[in-house]
């Protein structure tokens, strides 16, 4: 007898946790401005260049070679480590956030319209710091969640990010009266 009395229930919860936003289906997928709740806690975001259609990023997601790779940056930048040779600053570019890919589009939602509500719904942190919770709905049956806490010993988040990534972290805490995400220090 085994001890576990559903031992393939736990991938199947698995992949409904962390695909719904893998979107291979052509259509809209997200929720319309007309049905959008006319809330001040809640915020629409559009891809850049976005067209509404079945995009070519549907048919990659397939592709699991690609969850490894960098849609967004797939050349070295020159800002990051010049100081480094050109094949230590390649090497390093593309190992510092291997499931880019993954992250952003296979579970994430970042290649199509959502609406975020919460408390704060643009950044991840709260302003001020303390807790902030978050779902983002990018279609009738897609809600993701999102929750962080940024205090002054430690700060963590977990879930979807606000352009739509899946991410998670715990670390100690940093200085609480930095700016958001959405509202960078005037230089």
Known sequence: ???????????????????????????????????????????????????????????????????????????????????????????KWHTRNPLHNFTYYVIGIADRPFVRCGR???????????????TFHAGPFIHLPGVSYKGETWEFYLGWRSHGNFGAAFRPGRNTTLPDDNNPPPK
């Open 120 to 134: 704060n719904p643009d950044s991840i942190w709260a302003r001020g710091g303390g807790w902030n919770f978050r």
């Open 1 to 91: 007898m085994s001890l576990v009395p559903f031992p393939h229930l736990g991938p199947i919860l698995a992949a409904g946790v962390l695909l719904p936003g893998c979107a291979l289906i052509p259509g809209h997928s997200f929720v319309p401005p007309e049905s959008r709740p006319a809330n001040p806690r809640c915020s629409a975001f559009v891809p850049e260049g976005y067209d509404g259609g079945f995009g070519y990023m549907s048919i990659k997601k397939a592709n699991p070679v690609w969850w490894f790779m960098n849609h967004d940056d797939p050349e070295v930048p020159g800002w990051y480590k010049p100081e480094d040779s050109p094949f230590t600053r390649e090497l």
